[in-house]
């Protein structure tokens, strides 16, 4: 485990504070949750941009016309 020393403005730490007193975790388990969130998108982002380069269009137009034109259920409906 590492140690990191990080400095915040008073007002974001007393948020912080709050919060994690609210789920019931340390200062140091919120800020673990929250990077580990953080690094999670940024991952997800370039590992999506890494796929959609190897994507065919053409490809994804054919397999899309197979898809029969029918009405959705009505659970899956938007509001209008």
Request: proline letters at 6%; glycine letters at 2%; charged letters at 30%.
């Amino acid at each position: 485990m590492s140690t990191l020393s990080l400095r915040l403005p008073d007002s974001v730490h007393e948020q912080i504070k709050i919060l994690a007193k609210k789920d019931g975790i340390s200062i140091n388990q919120f800020a673990a949750s929250a990077i580990a969130e953080k690094m999670a998108a940024y991952l997800t982002e370039e590992y999506l941009k890494k796929r959609a380069e190897k994507g065919n269009e053409a490809a994804f137009l054919s397999v899309m016309a197979k898809v029969p034109t029918i009405e959705p259920a009505p659970e899956d409906k938007l509001p209008e």
